[in-house]
Each structure stands twice: as C-alpha cells, then as structure tokens.
C-alpha cells in the first residue's frame, strides 16, 4: 500500500503522488526561488532572535555583575547552539512540518516515498545544512583573509567544491536539497486555500442562451472566464464581455450590464459542459470539435 | 435549490470540508493533544470522504477554485492522517530502549573502520613527534597547542594537566566543550556525503593531534597522567566522534555504491540508520562535555580518572552492543 511517486511530465513541477486510497494528490513542488526565500525568512528570524537573546542576557549578566553571570553565559551558549542546529528540526518534527519561512510562502517538508516523515529523516536533512551553508560560508569568510597565492588557490578551490553544494537543488529536476538527497524528503506545496463561492450560484433567469450561444466554447475558456470574474475587474469584464458577445452574435439588451450577462453565460456555459462531461464527452477547448 | 448537479454535488457535503478544515486548524496549530477523542477519529473519516469527493469533482465539476480547494484540503488531511502523530514522550522512550542502540549495532562496520584511521593516525602522530620533536608545530599550530610544545617546560606541562581554568566557571567550560565538538562531529558526519574522504581527514587529523600530545608529554615522563587526563572524557568523546564518522561512512558508502537500489533509495536507507546514530552522538557529547569540564577539573587523581574513563566507556559498549530481547 505504499504510494508510488513518478514524474507527469506536462507542468514541471507537478508529481504524481497516489495516496493508498488510490487517489492522485497531484503535488506541486516548492520551486527554487521559494526554497531560497523561506531559508531567508528563517535566517532572518535566526539572527533576530540571536540579537534578542544576546541583548536580553547581556543585560541580565550585567545586573547580577560579572562574577556571579556564569549561569547567564551558559544559557547564551546553549541558546545559541539550540538555535543554529535545533531550530529548523524543531519546527519540521512539528504537525505542518514546516518552519516560518515555509509556512509564510505554503510549503512542508515531506518523505519522498509517500510515508511517515520520521525524526531521523529530518534529523539528518537539517544535519546536512553544515557543508550547505556553514562551509561556503567558512569560505567565503577565509577569501578576505587569504593572503599568499596558494591560500588564494586553495580558497578558490573550496569554494567551488562548496558551491556545488550549496546550488545543488538547481541541478536536479526534483528541486532536492544535498539534505533532501539523504534524507529522502522532499519540499511539496501545501497551501490553505479558502472554499470561494460557485459562480453558477449567482446567476439569475433573465438571459437565455442557445445549444448554438453555448456551442463556441470549451473547458479552457470557461475557466479562464472564471478566473476574470472572480478578479472582477472592469476593464477586463467589459473587453471580454465584447469578445464573447461578438462571437456568439449575442446582442446586447438595454440595461444589461457586463457583469450579469458573463455571469449568466458562465453558468450556462458550465450546465451545457458539465451535461456532456457525464456523458463521457469532455471539451478540451473551442478548438476541440468532440 | 439551484440547477447543475456540481452545485448540489458541493451543497451537499460542503459542511463536511469546512469541519475537516477546521478540525485540521486546530491540530495544525500544534494542539493535537487537545482535540478530544471523538474528534481524532472523526478526521481519517472525513479525510476519506474529501478524497472520494476529490475524485468525482474532478470527473464532473468544470468550478477550477473547488478542484484546487479539495486538492490543497486533502493534501493537508493526507499529511496529517499518514503523519508522525506520536506523542514526544513515547517516541523519546523508544529511541534509547531501541533505536538508538540498534542504530549503533547496525553501523559496527564503518565503526571499525573509523576505530581504525583514528588509531593508525594517533600512532604516527606519536612515532612522528617522538622521532623528530619538530613535527610537534606542524601537527599542533601554536595557538592550538596553547604552550604546550617542544620547548615547553616539564613543570609548565605538568602544571596544564592538573590546573583549575582562570576566570570562566567549570560549568560554562563545560557547556563550551560540549557546543564545539558537537558542531564538529555534525560536520564531520555531513562531510561524509562527499564521498567519505573529508570525514577520513578530519578523524585522522584528531588522531595525529592526540599521538603528537602523548609524544610530548611521553617523552617528560608524564604518560601516565597525560593518559588520565585524556580518558576521563577521551573515551566517550573518541567513541562519539568514531560513530559520527561511521555515520558519516554510511551515507557517503551508499551514495559511491548504491548497489541495486537507486542512489536516492540507498541514500536515504543509510539516512534512517545514520540519523539516529547522529542524535545519540550528540548525547554523548554532553556526557563528555560534562567529564571534561566538570570533572577534569574538581578529579586530580590519576587513577580516579582512568577509572571513571574506563567506566564509562564499558557503560556505552555495554549499552550499544549487548545482546537483549527487542520486542
């Protein structure tokens, strides 16, 4: 019963994923760019909170005075080695499995297999950020003070070294991470999404369109009139609305608005499809003559 | 009531998406302990019915924003229902009574051959030193060494091995330790991906460190107490770096030699172990942290030293590789 994962090829970043009930998920990949924007959220916070935490307990050491700050120092070091290899564990071992910065862009983490994501896969995915993150930056760092010619070369070398690491996602077609590539996880999109109000419901009884209003259109329009009147946009209803009219030969009635007329047509449009999908006939666009 | 058959088909169970959707929220925001039982339950069942609306919306419904809703509701239920739900308590209990161990026991190769580099390279560091006393500086760079070279005083020498540290508390030493060597053995492990050779480097590089100290300190005359004062804490801190870089071994094994799986399987195959193995070094790291921060420090005896290091380390292979019952 485990769930079988294959790339479909038609959108780039688009799996296959069958949950055991045998249902295709469809899940969308987190893309590069919103990879590299939720680690800068995290690292944002990262630095914020080390900020705080330092602020906090400089002032806390400094009231109890330099003899009695041990216990502070403790608590700094601790904090400071909670949050640089703790923070994204703790947050991924968490129900959305997701730090700040993927649940601010609809990401998680998830096990390519379809399974359980364990501790140890997230353990080890986080554990692997050191020769990401750590050692490019150790090189980037040694660059400036690198002064004879063979640390000059050596550092060069190491950054190269590291900087395929550190953009290895971008070589692959799955967007993994070196820490993904062990671990076995993977980064999906997981949005929450609000359930928006069906159009159909909206329409009233004053239009009245024929097979023939109805017979210039397929799915792919429909949806793309769905999309123009939930953005609700003026200029954009009335350019279509013309369009529309001028290709069914619809004429226009005297206090008939743009809104009301593609609202109506849009319902009766998806009624005229939806009856020919459960007959097995579905129309891809107007192209398709099916 | 209105006239296509996608409209009834969403009227009708609509209320059940917006209670999965609601129940999901509240388990989400990190209180899934405080959903009561009923309510538990009451999600793979709704879980269930999204999925099978899912299915017919796709088949029947033309509405675009409901498709994409089911999708992205039933992708939060998928990972909720077939999620780690366990409670910390019980999945903590589990990882010391078996999977910890179990992980050790499984890595007993790549732990010998660990043992194994970090032993030959402790050996040269101390034939090297005690042939020629100039290798010391290349081995120990000066401000690694802190005094402790060639040149060196036997009194200054002995002095290190027993001195309580100026200023900073034991306890804030300790901690000190133990952050640094567990940031060096996680990197140690993470560069085993790199086909296993930086991991090689890194321990041989401990062991040469550590045979160039017992040269020096050999050759005064101060084997025995250079030995106590290293075993006290050595033994559970090599072991924790060994098995850091056995772990390390693991995955960059399986990436060179996937065998008949995919790289991707093998990688993550050897993850599973690798990983566990790695959380309990970090264990080991703050026991050893604690050895040689607190009592290295307050322990001046020679012999209550190597007891307490060959103490614990009969504790860990006792722990690791007795054989016991697993249910």
């Not at chain 1, 705080?52 to 400089?58: A, M, Q, R, S």
């Amino acid at each position: 019963m485990v769930p079988t994962t294959a790339a479909v090829p038609a959108e780039p970043f688009v799996r296959r994923f069958i949950t055991p009930e045998g249902i295709d998920l469809r899940l969308t990949l987190g893309s590069g760019g919103e990879r590299a924007a939720a680690f800068l959220i995290d690292a944002a916070i990262m630095a914020a909170s080390l900020v705080v935490l330092t602020l906090v307990i400089g002032v806390l050491a400094a009231s109890v005075g330099l003899e009695n700050a041990e216990p502070w120092g403790i608590v700094w070091l601790l904090g400071f080695f909670i949050l640089r290899n703790g923070y994204f564990i703790l947050f991924e071992l968490t129900a959305r499995a997701a730090t700040p910065g993927k649940r601010a862009l609809g990401l998680r983490v998830a096990a390519r297999d379809g399974g359980r994501l364990t501790g140890e896969a997230v353990f080890v995915r986080n554990a692997m950020r050191e020769i990401e993150i750590f050692l490019p930056a150790v090189f980037v760092l040694a660059g400036n003070a690198a002064g004879d010619p063979v640390d000059a070369w050596l550092v060069l070398l190491g950054c190269l070294w590291t900087g395929g690491l550190l953009f290895f996602p971008l070589f692959n077609r799955d967007r993994l991470r070196v820490g993904d590539f062990v671990a076995g996880t993977w980064v999906v999109k997981a949005p929450r999404r609000s359930l928006r109000i069906d159009l159909a419901e909206r329409q009233d009884g004053a239009f009245s369109f024929s097979r023939q209003h109805l017979a210039a259109y397929g799915v792919k329009e429909l949806q793309v009139l769905e999309g123009v009147l939930r953005a609700a946009d003026a200029r954009t209803m009335a350019a279509v609305a013309e369009r529309i009219r001028g290709k069914i030969g619809w004429y226009r009635a005297e206090h008939e608005t743009d809104a009301a007329f593609l609202t109506a047509y849009y319902g009766a449009l998806r009624g005229r499809l939806e009856q020919r999908l459960l007959f097995g006939h579905r129309r891809r666009d107007k192209f398709d003559k099916a | 009531m209105s006239g296509l058959k996608s409209q009834r088909f969403r009227a009708e169970r609509e209320a059940d998406w917006k209670r999965l959707e609601g129940l999901l929220a509240k388990a989400e925001g990190g209180r899934a302990t405080r959903l009561a039982a009923g309510e538990l339950m009451e999600i793979p069942v709704l879980y269930r019915a999204t999925i099978s609306a899912l299915s017919v919306a796709r088949a029947t419904s033309l509405d675009a924003s409901l498709v994409a809703y089911l999708e992205a509701l039933a992708t939060r239920a998928y990972f909720f229902v077939y999620g780690a739900r366990t409670n910390v308590a019980e999945s903590l209990a589990r990882f010391f009574r078996i999977g910890w161990p179990t992980a050790v026991r499984a890595l007993w190769r790549e732990t010998l051959a660990a043992t194994a580099i970090l032993a030959l390279a402790t050996l040269a560091g101390f034939a090297l030193v005690w042939s020629n006393p100039d290798w010391y500086g290349s081995i120990l760079p000066g401000a690694l060494a802190e005094g402790r070279d060639p040149t060196a005083t036997t009194a200054f020498l002995r002095e290190v091995l027993y001195k309580q540290p100026k200023g900073a508390g034991l306890s804030f030493f300790a901690t000190f330790l133990f952050t640094h060597n567990a940031g060096v053995s996680i990197l140690a492990f993470a560069l085993g991906f790199a086909f296993c050779v930086p991991t090689v480097l890194l321990v041989a590089d401990n062991g040469l460190t550590l045979g160039a100290l017992l040269a020096l300190y050999g050759s005064r005359g101060l084997g025995g107490p250079i030995g106590g004062w290293l075993a006290i804490h050595g033994t559970t801190e090599l072991f924790a770096t060994v098995l850091a870089a056995a772990a390390g071994f693991r995955i960059g094994w399986a990436v060179i030699f996937p065998g008949p799986r995919s790289r991707l399987e093998a990688a993550s195959a050897a993850a599973r172990i690798a990983g566990a193995a790695m959380a309990g070094v970090v264990i080991m790291l703050i026991a050893a942290g604690v050895l040689e921060g607190v009592g290295r420090q307050t322990i001046r005896l020679d012999w209550a030293r190597y007891a307490i290091g060959a103490a614990m380390l009969g504790l860990w292979l006792a722990y690791f590789y007795l054989p016991r019952e697993e249910k």
